[in-house]
């Protein structure tokens, strides 16, 4: 039975990223597209703000603090809360309880209703279907954060097998061939500052991830964060690869390679 006449009243709060929302709209619109699809009431709240990782990650704890309140405050009129990132839901759902009493109920209720959109489609949607063609060869790359944090796929320093959400995702698309790569969850290199701080370490990583999916035959590379993707496209471009960056939200709306 399809989503829509299992619960046609879920309302979902849309968590857009700051480096989404500034330069990557399309994949905000996308997203919207897709959970209207599967009978989601999709919501933007205007307030919203920067989840605050810049800030935590750097050590700004106390500048974090007031957003991750905010946060809370704004969301939790939702049934769920879906968001385009791994590494922002991460902060959600695994890092803002520095900032709140133990068991604070608003925070708590946030945990259990916050998904990264790769999740949220398999294990609350059960998207089985997607009316959409993609005819290339895609190779998918495993943020950190996905992966280490919110567990959407296996890790090879941990010996569990675990279902890869987006690899689920994109063999139910008509004409899409996934790659097969060497090292299919090794870091891109971004980590956010790190790409400042650390630059020559931060690119000589991001060109590893490239060369094994040039050696495995992409002609594009999606996963579900687009900082990641943003720093390969960086590489990509200034070096002319023949490669394309799509966010895993715009091949299953349909989109095609070159969209922005």
């Not at 919203?48 to 007031?66: E, F, K, L, V, Y």
């Not at 490239?210 to 035959?217: R, T």
């Amino acid at each position: 039975m399809p989503y829509s006449e299992m619960n046609p009243a879920m309302r979902v709060g849309l968590f857009i990223p700051c480096y989404v929302d500034q330069f990557y709209p399309d994949i905000g619109l996308a997203t919207v597209e897709l959970l209207e699809q599967f009978g989601c009431e999709v919501d933007y709240p205007e307030a919203q703000t920067c989840c605050g990782q810049p800030m935590a990650n750097t050590g700004c704890r106390d500048d974090a603090a007031p957003l991750a309140r905010r946060f809370v405050e704004i969301f939790n009129a939702y049934d769920y809360v879906v968001c385009p990132s791994g590494s922002c839901v991460a902060m959600v759902t695994h890092h803002y309880h520095d900032y709140f009493r133990e068991h604070d109920p608003a925070y708590t209720a946030i945990q259990q209703k916050t998904f990264e959109l790769t999740q949220f489609l398999v294990d609350v949607l059960h998207a089985d279907k997607f009316d959409v063609r993609f005819p290339y060869r895609v190779g998918l790359h495993n943020s950190c954060h996905g992966l280490r944090e919110l567990r959407l796929g296996s890790s090879s320093e941990r010996m569990l097998t675990l279902e890869n959400k987006a690899e689920t995702l994109l063999r139910k698309v008509e004409g899409l061939t996934l790659v097969n790569l060497q090292r299919p969850d090794e870091c891109c290199g971004f980590g956010g500052t790190f790409a400042v701080s650390e630059e020559a370490v931060s690119c000589m990583m991001g060109n590893d991830r490239i060369a094994d999916h040039q050696q495995a035959g992409a002609d594009v590379i999606t996963a579900g964060d687009m900082s990641c993707l943003m720093h390969l496209d960086g590489l990509i471009r200034r070096q002319k690869k023949p490669v394309a960056v799509m966010h895993i939200a715009q091949i299953l709306a349909g989109r095609k390679p070159g969209k922005a």
